[in-house]
Nanobody, 122 residues
Framework: QVQLVESGGGLVQAGGSLRLSCAASGRMFNMGWFRQTPGKEREFVTA????????YYADAVKGRFTISRDNAKNTVYLQMNSLKPEDTAVYHCAAAPAYSSSYYNANAYRYWGQGTQVTVSS
């Protein structure tokens, strides 16, 4: 069983930055970040392959968010810059098997963290 623990959420003003972290108990996984607001489906934000060689972003966050990983620490990071009120959500990290080639679909991810709240005020 893989455990994922997110941290780093909080309240920030529009235009500000936050860095989320996701500590994983396993290593050989593709990792993704999704976000969810009340009454809406979980939305893909970004993903990174297990080696870190490939990254994927939703159009809404391209150029503002950066995903990275440190496999020595079993940790994935999400650097969020130029935050907007519409980025407000609970952010979840998720792990998919390294052989998976599906990055955008939440159903491809086998393990999920509890989530961390990000609130961007206008």
């Amino acid at each position: 069983q893989v455990q994922l623990v997110e941290s780093g959420g909080g309240l920030v003003q529009a235009g500000g930055s936050l860095r989320l972290s996701c500590a994983a108990s396993g290593r050989m996984f593709n990792m993704g970040w999704f976000r969810q607001t009340p009454g809406k489906e979980r939305e893909f934000v970004t993903a990174i392959t297990w080696s870190g060689g490939n990254t994927y972003y939703a159009d809404a966050v391209k150029g503002r968010f950066t995903i990275s990983r440190d496999n020595a620490k079993n940790t994935v990071y999400l650097q969020m810059n130029s935050l907007k009120p519409e980025d407000t959500a609970v952010y979840h990290c998720a792990a998919a098997p390294a052989y998976s080639s599906s990055y955008y679909n939440a159903n491809a991810y086998r393990y999920w963290g509890q989530g961390t709240q990000v609130t961007v005020s206008s």
